[in-house]
């Protein structure tokens, strides 16, 4: 693992949170990008070289907001950004860690991503994140 790439925040509304964390963070959101297979809209904030992802479901059914609905609104992962996706996936397969999915997944911010189970993470949502193309 090379350092956290971001934090993921689950949010109800995602323009009201905008606004907090600009006011939080003193710089406003850089870019939105949704991911449909997920079911949300992300939106990115620079904190120095660590990134702060708000995400707000698109659907009741989403992975969001399953997670607002059970833990309500707040830290949702911590994202790491790895040099080798699928390298890293088999050396946490191989320490026991359960993966939430086989393959690297296409997520928002031109990355690969592949979450691991919290219950195999102390009770943390751990994302993978490989950019693509270098
Ligand atoms: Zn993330």
């Known amino acids: 693992m090379i350092r956290i790439e971001h934090i993921g925040i689950?949010?109800?509304?995602?323009?009201k949170a905008e606004e907090v964390y600009?006011?939080?963070?003193?710089?406003?959101s850089y870019k939105r990008e949704a991911v449909e297979s997920e079911g949300v809209i992300t939106s990115f904030f620079?904190?120095?070289?660590?990134?702060?992802?708000?995400?707000?479901?698109?659907?009741?059914?989403?992975?969001i907001a399953k997670a607002i609905e059970k833990r309500g609104e707040g830290i949702h992962?911590?994202?790491f950004e790895v040099a080798d996706i699928r390298a890293e996936?088999?050396?946490?397969?191989?320490?026991?860690f359960s993966l939430l999915n086989d393959e690297p997944k296409r997520g928002a911010d031109n990355k690969?991503?592949?979450f691991v189970h919290p219950k195999s993470a102390n009770g943390?949502?751990?994302e993978l994140c490989q950019e693509i193309g270098v």
Do not use: F
């Open 124 to 126: 943390v949502l751990v």
């Open 10 to 15: 689950a949010v109800k509304d995602l323009e």
């Open 89 to 96: 996936m088999a050396r946490l397969k191989a320490e026991g």
């Open 46 to 63: 620079k904190t120095g070289p660590n990134k702060i992802e708000l995400l707000e479901s698109t659907r009741p059914d989403g992975p």
């Open 22 to 28: 600009a006011r939080l963070l003193g710089t406003g």
């Open 77 to 79: 992962h911590i994202a």
């Open 112 to 114: 690969l991503v592949c």
